[in-house]
C-alpha cells in the first residue's frame, strides 16, 4: 500500500476470490466453474469476431440482448449485458443505495456484496438466515432498505421458489429487491427463475451469468432484468463508468452460447445428474449436506473440521473451498464437476475418513 492511498480505501477488506492455481491436474472443484467447454459453436462466434476487434465494441450488446429477450420473454429494454453478474451486482448497488439507503442481505451469502458496501460507504443491514441456514422471506418484509438475496444462495446451495419472494417484494414497494440468480439454471424446477415476477413488480431486479451454466467464467458476461426504469437507472451508472463494458469476442460468444439450448439442456442436466450422485454420496460417508439447487454441495463432517478436510483433500490434488467465518468453519463448499471428478473426490474421501 502507498502513503497516496486514501484512507477510506486504506480501511477496505477486498473480496478474496477463489484460488486459481496454475498447477496443472489438480481437481479444481473451489469456485463453482463447470467442467464442460462452452457450447460448440462459441469458438467459431470469436474467431469470426476477430477482423471487427480494431472497432470499439456494440455498447448496447444488441445482438445479445435479441437473443435473451426472445428466450426469457422479456423486452429488450428491460436487459442489461455486463462484465460478468459482478459488474451488474455494483451497478446496482451503486445505483439503489446511499449513506441513507443501506443493502440488507444475508450473514451467510456472497460474500461481495459487504465489500461493495465498504466500497460505497453504504451501511451494510446483515440478516442472520435461520439456524439450519435456510432464509426466512419474512426477515426482508417492510425493511424500507434496498435488499439483496442470492437464489439460490452461495455457498449453502439451499433455493427459494419465486412465489416465496413475492411477499419482500410486495413489502417493499419503494425500494429495489435484486434477486441474484449466478445458480438458477442448475434447479430442479422448470420455472425457477424470477425473471416473470420482474413484468409484475417494477422494484425486482434479476441478476444471471453466463459464467455457471454456460461455461463462460473466464470471458465475463452476465446479464439483468429488470423494469425499464430499473434499467435506465444502471445504464446511468454504467455510462458514467464503463461504456465498453463486454467486449466484442465476449459478445460474440455469448450469442453463440444463447443459440444453443440443446447443449445448455445437456451440461445442465449432466450436473444435476451428479450433484445427486454426490449428496447421496457424502451421506453415505456420514455427511451432512444441504439440499442444494446449484452446482456445489455444501456439506459437513462430525469426523473432522473443515480447514482440516480442505487441507488433506488439497494434498490429494483436489481443491474445494473452506469459508472461516464462525456459522461457515466447519463446513467445504464442493462444486460438482464430472462423475469421473465425483468418483476421484469420493476415493479421496474414503482414504482421508478412514483413519478418523
Ligand atoms: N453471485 C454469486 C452468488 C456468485 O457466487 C458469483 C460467483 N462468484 C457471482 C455472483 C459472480 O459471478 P460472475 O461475476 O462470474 O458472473
Given at each position: 500500500m502507498s502513503r497516496y492511498l486514501t484512507p477510506a480505501l486504506a480501511g477496505l477488506e477486498p473480496y478474496t476470490p477463489g484460488e486459481q492455481p496454475r498447477v496443472q491436474n489438480l481437481i479444481k472443484l473451489?469456485?463453482?466453474?463447470?467442467?464442460y467447454p462452452p457450447a460448440p459453436g462459441v469458438a467459431a462466434a470469436v474467431a469470426g469476431e476477430v477482423p471487427a476487434l480494431r472497432r470499439y465494441c456494440d455498447l448496447n450488446c444488441t445482438a445479445l440482448k435479441d437473443a435473451a429477450a426472445a428466450r426469457l420473454g422479456?423486452?429488450?429494454?428491460?436487459l442489461l449485458f455486463g462484465n460478468g453478474s459482478d459488474e451488474n451486482l455494483m451497478l446496482a448497488i451503486r445505483a439503489f443505495c446511499d449513506a441513507q439507503r443501506p443493502l440488507a442481505f444475508a450473514d451467510?451469502?456472497?460474500?461481495?456484496y459487504p465489500v461493495w458496501c465498504d466500497l460505497f460507504g453504504i451501511p451494510k443491514h446483515i440478516v442472520p438466515l435461520c439456524e439450519d441456514l435456510s432464509l426466512d422471506p419474512a426477515a426482508y418484509c417492510g425493511l424500507g432498505q434496498t435488499i439483496v438475496i442470492a437464489n439460490p444462495n452461495a455457498p449453502t446451495g439451499r433455493w427459494l421458489p419465486p412465489a416465496a419472494l413475492v411477499p419482500v417484494l410486495e413489502a417493499n414497494p419503494d425500494n429495489v429487491v435484486i434477486v441474484d440468480?449466478?445458480?438458477?439454471?442448475?434447479?430442479?424446477?422448470?420455472?425457477?427463475?424470477?425473471?416473470?415476477?420482474t413484468r409484475r413488480y417494477d422494484n425486482l431486479l434479476v441478476v444471471q451469468t453466463f459464467s455457471k451454466s454456460r461455461s463462460m467464467a473466464g470471458a465475463r458476461l452476465g446479464f439483468c432484468v429488470g423494469s425499464a426504469g430499473l434499467i435506465a437507472d444502471l445504464e446511468r451508472v454504467k455510462y458514467s463508468m464503463n461504456?465498453?463494458?463486454?467486449n466484442a469476442l465476449t459478445q460474440a460468444a455469448g450469442a453463440a452460447a444463447l443459440a444453443d439450448e440443446a447443449y445448455f439442456r445437456q451440461t445442465t442436466a449432466a450436473i444435476r445428474a451428479a450433484r445427486t450422485w454426490t449428496a447421496a454420496m457424502l451421506t453415505a460417508l456420514g455427511f451432512t449436506v444441504l439440499p442444494s439447487q446449484a452446482n456445489f454441495l455444501f456439506a459437513k463432517t462430525p469426523k473432522m473440521d473443515g480447514e482440516g478436510l480442505y487441507k488433506a483433500l488439497r494434498a490429494r490434488g483436489i481443491l474445494v473451498r473452506h469459508f472461516g467465518a464462525p456459522r461457515t468453519k466447519d463446513w467445504l463448499r464442493i462444486t460438482v464437476g464430472t462423475p469421473e471428478q465425483m468418483q476421484a473426490l469420493e476415493t479421496a474421501l474414503r482414504e482421508i475418513l478412514l483413519s478418523k
Open positions: 473451489n469456485t463453482n466453474e463447470n467442467p422479456v423486452g429488450a429494454e428491460n451467510v451469502t456472497y460474500g461481495f440468480e449466478a445458480y438458477v439454471d442448475f434447479c430442479d424446477a422448470e420455472n425457477a427463475s424470477c425473471v416473470p415476477l461504456p465498453y463494458n463486454v
